[in-house]
């Protein structure tokens, strides 16, 4: 992988914020995007915009194709069986409610449960606070350990006969960690549970087998994967989405209207009310171009790299708390920390006025927050267009930070 290579065709980074060149280490909040994901969505305005399925013209033709081929890429992707079984959405939070939405509320009632873990993102936390207020059901934490992974047995010990639904991220976007989801996935199947993934912080880094992890569901979104925001997926096993009902109703999403009664058209379609996001679908598709080009494998190598560099030469400053895994290769490259006596935001601060960006705050994880018994931290998160010198002006930032505020109190 020739990171200077990729870096190019990202013309956004090169650029100077605050006087110095960027540094952009915030991907797992959104990534860049490449040349070749705004060519493709320039390309799909400038010449062929037309709506899709509707119209028997050149233009709408040629647009139905590129938005059904992209549904086609998105099924490769993550090797899903039928592209029947790949719904475009807003994003992972769209997708989760839809599966809590529609197949929580015809399959749970009082007295079931619902499992998650401390660490998910509120996208993964609040439709199972809802759906539980809605059936009577009642949500459970899966417990972890004190470097924030999963073990297994207690995995077997939380979900149990009663649990219908079992809901785990795949990548902590606070802690990095890669979380065993095709071994959660079986003690869930055993107990008679449908296993949801959020991957919107592993799809962007990793290879993604659907039918490998046995999951029933698995959400992503584009834009953090090089492609744009306001598109999403959700990968559903067809045995549920046929029996699933849709949450939005509108046109292109059904069959038969009639006076009183209306039918709904076959998958994927009868979850796709309304226009299609259709540049963004045709924009994902080329995003996912681009990283099969460089290949899932080297990115997370490369990321791995990243990881261990930088939990090297960031364990070297007195009074940095690093969280998660201290072994990089149980990690993405997401690096959480906090710096004694000083705020998140004040780090993010100064760093932002060396031109490097990091997030600060509580990273959508507010329950994982208090697990971890702070308010807030800052994130470090890295991807293909980042460098070891990037990280090294990371280190360099951090150090003028401590050495700022220590001369002020």
């Known amino acids: 992988m020739n990171v200077a290579e990729v870096r190019k065709q990202f013309p956004i980074l090169d650029q100077d914020v605050n006087g110095h060149p960027l540094v952009y280490l915030d991907s797992a909040a959104t990534s860049q995007k490449p040349v070749q994901v705004i060519e493709a969505i320039d390309a799909y305005y400038r010449e062929y915009n037309s709506n899709v399925h509707r119209g028997v013209h050149t233009l709408g033709t040629r647009a139905t194709d590129k938005y059904e081929g992209a549904r086609e890429k998105v099924r490769k992707f993550i090797n899903a069986a039928s592209t029947e079984e790949i719904i475009f959405t807003r994003g992972t939070t769209t997708a989760l409610n839809t599966v809590a939405a529609s197949y929580g509320r015809a399959n749970l009632s009082e007295g079931d449960e619902i499992v998650i873990t401390y660490m998910e993102h509120h996208s993964n936390i609040i439709p199972w606070q809802q759906l539980a207020r809605q059936t009577g059901a009642e949500l459970k934490y899966l417990p972890l350990q004190p470097d924030g992974t999963i073990d297994l047995e207690d995995a077997r010990k939380t979900i149990t006969a009663k649990t219908k639904i079992v809901s785990v991220m795949h990548v902590s976007n606070v802690l990095g960690v890669i979380n065993p989801i095709k071994e959660i996935a079986a003690i869930a199947h055993e107990k008679g549970a449908v296993m949801v993934v959020d991957g919107a912080q592993s799809a962007p880094h990793m290879k993604i087998d659907v039918r490998d992890l046995n999951c029933d569901f698995y959400a992503f979104s584009g834009h953090k994967m090089c492609g744009p925001t306001g598109i999403g997926v959700l990968y559903g096993k067809k045995e549920h989405l046929e029996k699933m009902e849709p949450i939005e109703f509108g046109g292109e999403m059904i069959d038969f209207v009639g006076m009183q009664e209306s039918t709904w058209k076959e998958l994927p379609w009868k979850f796709e009310?309304?226009?299609?996001?259709?540049?963004?679908?045709?924009?994902?598709?080329?995003?996912?171009?681009?990283?099969?080009?460089?290949?899932?494998?080297?990115?997370?190598?490369?990321?791995?790299?990243?990881?261990?560099?930088?939990?090297?030469?960031?364990?070297?400053?007195?009074?940095?708390?690093?969280?998660?895994?201290?072994?990089?290769?149980?990690?993405?490259?997401?690096?959480?920390?906090?710096?004694?006596?000083?705020?998140?935001?004040?780090?993010?601060?100064?760093?932002?006025?060396?031109?490097?960006?990091?997030?600060?705050?509580?990273?959508?994880?507010?329950p994982l927050m208090k697990w971890l018994d702070v308010s807030a931290t800052a994130r470090a998160s890295f991807y293909i267009y980042n460098t070891e010198q990037d990280i090294d002006k990371l280190v360099e930032g951090l150090v003028k930070t401590k050495e700022y505020f220590t001369n002020v109190f």
């Open 273 to 366: 009310a309304g226009t299609p996001i259709i540049a963004g679908a045709i924009g994902l598709g080329a995003a996912i171009d681009f990283l099969n080009e460089i290949g899932l494998d080297h990115i997370l190598a490369h990321e791995h790299q990243l990881a261990a560099y930088a939990l090297e030469k960031m364990s070297t400053i007195d009074g940095l708390t690093i969280f998660g895994p201290k072994e990089a290769n149980k990690r993405v490259g997401v690096i959480t920390f906090n710096m004694d006596d000083v705020h998140p935001h004040d780090v993010a601060t100064v760093l932002d006025a060396e031109g490097i960006a990091v997030r600060a705050g509580h990273h959508c994880a507010q």
